[in-house]
């Protein structure tokens, strides 16, 4: 199982970032579970200092932006 940790305090960008997380890893068909970290102090324990930010297993993949679908999947299938 894989664990999606979205980086952000909600802005409309860290929600469609969420949205696109979601739908990626359900095309894919793995296991995941999703995390919303909005404490500033957390997410500048990740080293982000622009949000919003994905992780995956707790590792930050992106950073300021919130791609499409598809580039997601690239991200999660690596």
Same mark, same amino acid.
């Given at each position: 199982m894989k664990t999606l940790q *979205? #980086?952000?305090t909600g802005c409309p960008k860290c929600k469609k970032l969420a949205e696109? /997380? @979601?739908m990626a890893a !359900? @095309? #894919?068909g793995i296991e995941y579970e999703m995390e919303k970290v909005t404490d500033i102090n957390a997410i500048m324990g990740f080293g $982000? =200092? =622009?949000t919003? /930010? #994905?992780a995956v297993d707790g !590792? $930050? &993949?992106l950073v300021g932006k919130a791609?499409? $679908?598809s @580039? *997601? &999947?690239k991200l999660l299938s690596e």
């Open positions: *979205i #980086l952000g696109n /997380a @979601e !359900q @095309e #894919l $982000v =200092m =622009m919003p /930010a #994905l !590792q $930050v &993949k791609p499409d $679908v @580039e *997601i &999947k």
